[in-house]
């Protein structure tokens, strides 16, 4: 009701109304430099009315809620961008560490030192028989070494310190994941509906800000006011009370859970930019410190490492030092104990594709194999395309096929053809076979007569003893399912992975008899069309095949349940080793630079000298490694070939010790080598200059360094006739820097220089890129910041205003208090008179 009471009781409401509105405003004065703190505002209202004789008359004044000036969709885009920021800045920050390695600017960059390398061959072209142009040789290339192990160990240090970068904000993630838990019931068991709790949600969303920081999130709020944040893959990190670590495992971030059956879990979310954050930041340079991808910073000197140790090594072993080699040699290189997987690629889903990425080795995913129709039982198409498929993804593996060529169905003979001599050649290998009617006039006992004639022959050729390597091929009778037609003649290698080259030759097709055997003269290579179906994976290491979460995958390639003791079926992964079947002890194909060896119908020489360095034999030793499979395979081949020269004297014998192969000549006499068309020297390591593979481990040949007279200036005349002053190797070897056509692991072809270039091009142009784009996206985040700070930022300058005001209304409040008290007091004095 209307009186001196009701003004007094408006007096008392406006004077708690505008004291809690200064306490609101000295909270905001006091939180202005608080990271996070959104400004709050009182909310006041009109109070209830009361009805008079005369009308409505108003209650005074209430304080209904404290709010956050708080715009949801500025503060979510300013956390994306933040996320975006902290991307770039992680990867800037760790690319100028990278371009302090590549840096080409001073005088002690991997240029210069492979400049002074090329010069001191071209010194050396100039005075062959001068010590000092060979020390300086071996000097330079102990500088190119030097230059190339610094590099590689600056990356592996560079790429742990990312690591522990990772750590500490995987760390961070974690706890700062289990805060926004703890925020979330606090506000939960502490908010009403009319009320919030606005300094824990400040605090949350800071907390969600700082981890967008490491990881590209997003969050939403359910109705009860708890936050869900989840990563970017959908993931949740925070629901409601429930919170989610992860953890840097296997080169990957996990995701770590547990479920329903209380078993742990581990899943990946990712490894590149897409993450986000400084974590996606930091994980895009590090995979590109990665030496086994060679598209990436460190792969690509690997490459080039790799490119310059076998140019030179390849034209370096066709040279010879100033001496015959009269000390034992060993190879440099080691044929190791290979691992060897060979699995028949599935006809049932031999038209089925394979998805790129559906199939990993050692963590590289394999790329798209295509399917194709089954011919005569085989699978072949699909087998050459899975083997593409994964020596592309450059997993550490090789894949083979298995040569095999298979004619059409014999015709049978007929009385005319009785007698006749049906002669050809398998790989040089003479086949005569005498036709006889009746019994060749029926196909299927022509066909296995002809089989039989060509693998006697075969035998015949790999029992004499003054043959070597064997001749690994067989022939077999097709019957519709193993790659041939009904009564066909089917020739392979004996030799799973083997892709040797099959050669018919010497069958006249004018000739009506020979013509009826089905074959046809040709050099056949494993292809699309000539294999066994069958495909073979090769590694000097075990390795790892994962193919989702069932094998459906491994079944189409053969690989699925089964393979090994330890290989649980259904698992869609497993793991091969040396120990499983298959493996191969100093197998060449293990060697790092097998791809290199062509040894179909070429040769390496050995030149043989007497004691007094004269020839033992006028003309070289001609070694012939068609068809070696193994190093031993190789050494008798030398072995046989030696002996045969000499008339039966072991002047050079050959042996393998420690998968190395082992040349050691007798007392009176040495050896030198005098060319290599089939790279065999270069990929084993026999007289060369660099030993290695990469920049971790390139180094000079400790015969080299032993003995500086073996350097390989000059070549063996056709003489064989060495000369010290002999310059021409020298020369060739120099050539090797201005070689268009030098080759990469993963790149085209061009010089070993622009190769190199071209990659410090690249990091300089992508330090550019994340300069200016952090400098772009510094630009977006203040204008986001500048836009959240009109709406939730403190201005003191307002609030000061604010004070000022809220002030005056508190006086004129208790204003009202004092004139109601003299009205009171007026109205007293009245009663008593």
Do not use: C
């Not at 056509?741 to 190769?755: E, K, P, R, W």
Request: aromatic share 6%; net charge negative; no cysteine.
């Amino acid at each position: 009701m209307a009186g001196i009471a009701h003004v007094l009781s408006i007096a008392k409401q406006a004077l708690l109304a505008h004291q809690l509105a200064v306490d609101v405003a000295s909270h905001n004065i006091a939180n202005v430099d608080t990271p996070g703190y959104t400004r709050q505002a009182l909310m006041i209202g009109a109070n209830q009315s009361t009805p008079t004789g005369v009308g409505i008359l108003g209650g005074g004044v209430r304080a209904e809620s404290i709010n956050r000036n708080y715009d949801r969709f500025i503060v979510q885009r300013l956390a994306a961008q933040q996320s975006q920021l902290s991307n770039i800045e992680a990867q800037k920050q760790s690319l100028k560490v990278v371009e302090t390695i590549f840096n080409e600017a001073g005088d002690y960059g991997l240029n210069t030192v492979m400049n002074k390398f090329w010069q001191s061959w071209n010194d050396l072209a100039n005075a062959p028989d001068i010590l000092a142009s060979r020390q300086s040789v071996a000097q330079s290339g102990e500088l190119v070494n030097d230059q190339l192990h610094y590099m590689d160990s600056a990356v592996a240090n560079a790429k742990y310190d990312i690591s522990s970068n990772l750590d500490a904000a995987i760390s961070d993630i974690n706890s700062l994941s289990e805060q926004v838990a703890r925020i979330n019931k606090e506000i939960n068991s502490t908010e009403t509906d009319e009320h919030q709790a606005n300094d824990l949600r400040d605090q949350r969303d800071q907390l969600v800000q700082n981890i967008s920081k490491y990881l590209d999130v997003s969050y939403f709020e359910s109705g009860n006011g708890q936050y869900s944040v989840l990563l970017s893959d959908g993931h949740p990190l925070v629901d409601g009370v429930e919170q989610w670590n992860l953890d840097w495992l296997n080169n990957s971030l996990q995701w770590l859970s547990v479920n329903s059956d209380g078993r742990a879990l581990a899943l990946d979310v990712g490894s590149g930019a897409g993450l986000g954050g400084k974590i996606g930041g930091w994980l895009e340079i590090r995979g590109k410190l990665d030496g086994n991808n060679p598209q990436n910073f460190l792969g690509r000197l690997n490459a080039m490492a790799n490119s310059l140790i076998r140019e030179v090594n390849q034209q370096f072993s066709q040279g010879v030092g100033m001496e015959p080699i009269s000390d034992t040699l060993i190879s440099q290189e080691v044929a190791p104990n290979t691992v060897h997987l060979a699995s028949t690629v599935s006809t049932t889903y031999a038209t089925q594709d394979i998805d790129a990425g559906a199939i990993r080795i050692n963590d590289r995913p394999v790329g798209h194999i295509d399917g194709s129709a089954v011919v005569n039982g085989l699978a072949m198409g699909k087998a050459a395309s899975a083997v593409d498929a994964i020596n592309n993804a450059y997993a550490g593996v090789k894949a083979r096929l298995t040569t095999q060529v298979a004619g059409p169905a014999v015709t049978p003979m007929v009385a005319g053809d009785n007698g006749n001599v049906v002669s050809f050649t398998v790989n040089g290998v003479a086949v005569n076979y005498t036709v006889t009617v009746p019994g060749d006039d029926n196909a299927a006992t022509m066909a296995g007569n002809l089989v039989t004639a060509i693998n006697n022959a075969i035998t015949a050729y790999n029992t004499d003893p003054a043959t070597a390597p064997d001749m690994t091929i067989q022939a077999v009778v097709g019957d519709g399912t193993n790659g041939g037609a009904f009564n066909s003649v089917i020739l392979k290698n004996t030799n799973q992975g083997d892709e040797s080259p099959i050669v018919v030759s010497g069958i006249d097709t004018t000739d009506a008899t020979e013509v009826k055997i089905g074959l046809v003269d040709g050099a056949y290579n494993a292809d699309s069309g000539h294999n066994t179906g069958e495909i073979s994976i090769f590694s000097e290491k075990p390795f790892d095949v994962v193919a989702g979460t069932d094998d459906l995958w491994l079944d189409h390639l053969g690989m699925g349940g089964g393979l090994t003791a330890d290989d649980a079926a259904g698992d869609g992964k497993f793991s091969y080793a040396y120990t499983d079947p298959g493996g191969i002890s100093n197998a060449l194909v293990g060697y790092y630079y097998a791809d290199d060896l062509d040894t179909y119908n070429k040769d390496f020489n050995i030149w043989i000298y007497n004691s007094d360095k004269t020839l033992a034999v006028a003309a070289p030793v001609k070694v012939s490694i068609d068809r070696a499979w193994t190093l031993q395979d190789v050494a008798d081949a030398i072995n046989v070939a030696v002996t045969n020269t000499s008339g039966g004297p072991a002047w050079l014998s050959a042996s393998v010790e420690n998968n190395r192969l082992k040349l050691a000549p007798d007392a009176n006499h040495s050896f030198a080598f005098g060319g290599d068309s089939t790279n065999f020297l270069q990929v084993a390591g026999i007289n060369t200059f660099f030993t290695g593979h990469d920049a971790s481990d390139i180094g000079i040949s400790s015969d080299i360094s032993n003995d500086l007279s073996k350097i390989a200036a000059g070549t063996v005349t056709a003489d064989g006739e060495i000369f010290h002053g002999d310059n021409s190797n020298a020369i060739l070897v120099s050539q090797i820097e201005t070689n268009e056509n030098v080759g990469f692991t993963g790149s085209s072809a061009t010089t070993i220089n622009d190769f190199y270039n071209s990659l410090v091009s690249e990091i300089g142009t992508d330090t550019r890129t994340a300069n200016r784009d952090y400098e772009y996206n510094t630009l977006v985040q203040n204008q986001l910041q500048g836009l959240r700070d009109e709406t939730s930022g403190v201005s003191l300058d307002e609030e000061m205003a604010n004070l000022i005001m809220f002030q005056q209304a508190y006086t004129a409040a208790a204003k009202l208090i004092s004139t109601s008290d003299e009205m009171l007091k007026s109205l007293l004095d009245s009663v008593r008179r």
